[in-house]
């Protein structure tokens, strides 16, 4: 029987053990309810979504498709670790989507902040629906739902994107597999089926990507910069104990730039922005003290290795006033 309402003397799911037990009731159930027809999943390699394909790998094997669309705002390796994970090591259906021009295309000379995250939401929804239609005999969508959501479309908080706002032709019965859970125990349960701790334990990461962190009208010059930029911040956060510590960090890069010097020449180049908080539930947050010569050594590298940048910044501002992200 598939439980939608989280049961009041419900245990926290804590432990492996515990973790084992709701997989194997899971698995169940969503054989019930799907019996032998066929579901599809979009897969972004955020937790939620990772942890629902692979409950359904282990409950439905190869009914399940799942579509990972790449909009071109993904951080640098995501793509790459979803196919590795999910097509090469638990031999999933996976179409793997390029959507990175058709999404940078719609988004150029956008800079309303609003205006961006529509039209990334909206593509998206265009581009899965698209894949949607090119299946045969899919009767049911599975989706990331979890605890926390429901409670807050209920107290109307945050809009719950039902079968994420799915034209009416393409109309399937919802699979929530995780929708009793709150958020650490999904990562709990994706321990136990084996996902990679940079999956489940990974900091939060909105919807519209790097395209929020590329502030303005997205160039692809000034996103790669972003890209770069942020990969250098995670690699140096993970090799010196900041991984797990600090609740989320990560570049922009604004729309900008200010003059410098690099071999003897005058440059014009963009700032780097760092931010790293630290935060229980996002509607707060306070600035990480991150070491100086730490600072120092990331600064360097992103002088060094990153193309069109002069300068490197520390936002020092705790949320309220600023939000964590800068759009
Ligand atoms: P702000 O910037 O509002 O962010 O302080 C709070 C938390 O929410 C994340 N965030 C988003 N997540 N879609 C998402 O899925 C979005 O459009 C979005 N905007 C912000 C942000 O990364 C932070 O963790």
């Not at 793997?96 to 205006?115: C, I, M, Q, W």
């Not at 962190?213 to 140096?236: H, K, N, P």
């Not at 229980?280 to 600072?295: G, H, R």
């Not at 910044?313 to 949320?319: F, I, Q, V």
Request: proline letters at 5%; glycine letters at 8%; a negative charge.
């Amino acid at each position: 029987m598939v439980v939608s309402v989280r049961p009041e003397n419900m245990k926290r799911i804590n432990t492996p053990e515990l973790a084992e037990a709701f997989i194997a009731e899971q698995i169940k159930a969503l054989r019930e309810q799907i019996g032998n027809k066929k579901v599809l999943l979009a897969l972004s390699g955020g937790v939620d979504s990772s942890v629902v394909a692979a409950l359904l790998i282990r409950a439905v094997g190869d009914q399940l498709t799942c579509v990972h669309v790449n909009h071109g705002l993904l951080r640098k390796g995501e793509p790459e670790q979803v196919i590795e994970v999910f097509r090469n090591q638990m031999k999933a259906n996976l179409i793997y989507v390029d959507a990175v021009d058709r999404f940078l295309d719609k988004l150029a000379g956008v800079s309303n902040p609003e205006t961006k995250r529509k039209i990334i939401g909206g593509e998206f929804i265009d581009v899965f629906a698209e894949e949607a239609r090119k299946l045969d005999g899919i009767e049911f969508l599975a989706q990331g739902t979890i605890w926390p959501d429901i409670l807050e479309s209920e107290a109307g908080i945050k809009a719950h994107h039902n079968a994420g706002g799915l034209p009416e032709d393409l109309q399937f019965e919802l699979v929530e597999p995780v929708r009793i859970l709150f958020k650490d125990e999904v990562r709990t349960v994706g321990k136990a089926l084996g996902l990679p701790d940079s999956m489940v334990f990974r900091q939060p990461f909105p919807g519209p990507g790097l395209g929020v962190r590329c502030v303005g009208a997205i160039t692809r010059d000034r996103l790669e910069a972003v890209r770069e930029s942020d990969a250098i911040l995670r690699e140096e956060f993970a090799k010196n104990g900041l991984e797990g510590k600090v609740w989320q960090y990560f570049t922009i890069v604004p729309d900008f730039k200010s003059t410098g010097i690099k071999d003897n020449k005058r440059t014009y180049d963009w700032p780097v922005v760092i931010r790293a908080v630290n935060s229980v539930d996002a509607t707060s947050a306070t600035i990480e003290e991150i070491p100086y010569a730490l600072l120092g050594h990331i600064t360097g590298r992103i002088l060094s290795e990153v193309k069109g940048v002069n300068r490197v910044l520390y936002d020092l501002s705790p949320k309220p006033v600023a939000t964590i992200e800068w759009e």
